[in-house]
């Protein structure tokens, strides 16, 4: 069974500094996605960024980018110049590459990273 | 356009009674995804959609949790005789078609809090 573990439950920056949020994973899949979610108090679960795995390039979008280390089973997500609107829980999440062009996708979520940002 | 929404954002039942959440996903979406909330146990998985077939349900915990999809759009979550345990965050997401947008990504509502008495 495919597993997601954070290993900071808590973490904290100050505004417009940089932030790195880890994440690994286990699984026996060669092809997979791996997710950043972000779910601030609202309860909404944002998608933040989103990568294939078998895409050895790192996925960014704008102040977020993640570093993929697929044979260490690593997904950190950087996020840069932090915002006070980027406090909220940060999840990781896997889900298995579906077969035959149907869409599924069963997402296996990690425990979770609360980000705090100061001022 | 739409996001997937859920109704009622919040429901307080008594123990013993039956509840069901509704979810409606973002149209055209032809996967449908629940998964639950809680302290103790974190996001967990409870059943898959595509279309108005459920080929994994493999999360449900118990007989007493089942759920529908009918027109290919509005699904429902029924939890009958209700259990203090149940108490938990109720997510819904759905996933568009190959072709129609990011493949296999799943694009959540803002959750059913449920509370049993």
């Known amino acids: 069974a495919q597993t997601v573990t954070q290993s900071q439950p808590e973490m904290s920056v100050q505004e417009a500094e940089t932030v790195t949020l880890s994440c690994t994973y286990d699984t026996s899949e060669s092809d997979y996605y791996l997710f950043w979610y972000k779910q601030p108090p609202s309860r909404q679960m944002i998608l933040v960024i989103r990568?294939?795995?078998?895409?050895?390039q790192n996925a960014t979008e704008n102040r977020f980018s993640v570093n993929f280390q697929k044979a260490a089973k690593s997904f950190s997500l950087k996020i840069s110049d932090s915002q006070l609107g980027d406090a909220a829980m940060y999840f990781c999440?896997?889900?298995?590459?579906?077969?035959?062009?149907?869409?599924?996708?069963?997402?296996?979520f990690g425990q979770g990273t609360i980000l705090t940002v100061h001022p | 356009g739409a996001g997937v929404s859920q109704s009622p954002s919040n429901k307080v039942t008594e123990k013993g009674k039956d509840v069901e959440l509704r979810c409606d996903p973002i149209s055209g979406h032809t996967a449908l995804y629940w998964y639950r909330q809680s302290l103790g146990q974190g996001l967990e998985f409870l059943i898959y959609f595509q279309g108005n077939s459920a080929p994994d349900k493999s999360g449900l915990p118990s007989d007493r949790f089942s759920a529908e999809r009918t027109g290919g759009s509005v699904s429902t979550l029924t939890i009958q005789r209700t259990q203090q345990e149940d108490s938990a965050v109720y997510l819904c997401?759905?996933?568009?078609?190959?072709?129609?947008?990011?493949?296999?990504?799943?694009?959540f509502g803002p959750g059913t809090r449920l509370t049993v008495l």
């Open positions: 997401a759905s996933s568009p078609p190959p072709g129609f947008g990011p493949r296999d990504t799943q694009y």
């Open positions: 990568q294939e795995a078998y895409k050895q």
């Open positions: 999440a896997y889900s298995p590459k579906n077969a035959g062009g149907t869409s599924y996708g069963k997402l296996t």
